[in-house]
């Protein structure tokens, strides 16, 4: 099964930008629905962006005009550009794939949809 390997997190002052990659260890293109998610202790985890097979998009509200998410086939690798960050965006950010071939992103946001999850990279926003 694929497995996931996220990097990029870090520390930063609130305003400034991270991008964070999450790698495959094959092929997804055109296949599986990927996505982002964060969690902070004591709270579900959370929806931030994903992507079905077609490249199709949704956002969590409270990052829409701030985070993309992208997708680099060539390199197998998902990305998530954070920019104006701001102190709430502190959290352990997930990567997320679906096992099977799927489309559309009426259930992206929801955790239960996905069934492969990396190690988590940290974000740490101060203000």
């Known amino acids: 099964q694929v497995e996931l390997v996220e990097s990029g997190g870090g520390s930063v002052q609130a305003g400034g930008s991270l991008r964070l990659s999450c790698a495959a260890s094959e092929s997804t293109s055109g296949r599986l629905c990927m996505g982002w998610f964060r969690q902070v202790p004591g709270k579900e985890r959370e929806g931030v962006a994903a992507m079905d097979r077609y490249g199709r998009t949704i956002y969590a509200e409270s990052v829409k005009g701030r985070f993309t998410i992208s997708q680099d086939n060539a390199k197998n690798t998902l990305s998530l550009q954070m920019n104006s960050l701001k102190p709430e965006d502190t959290a352990m950010y997930y990567c997320?794939?679906?096992?099977?071939?799927?489309?559309?992103?009426?259930?992206?946001?929801?955790?239960?949809?996905?069934?492969?999850w990396g190690q988590g990279t940290q974000v740490t926003v101060a203000s």
């Open positions: 997320a794939a679906k096992a099977v071939i799927c489309s559309g992103t009426g259930a992206l946001l929801s955790s239960t949809f996905f069934g492969l």
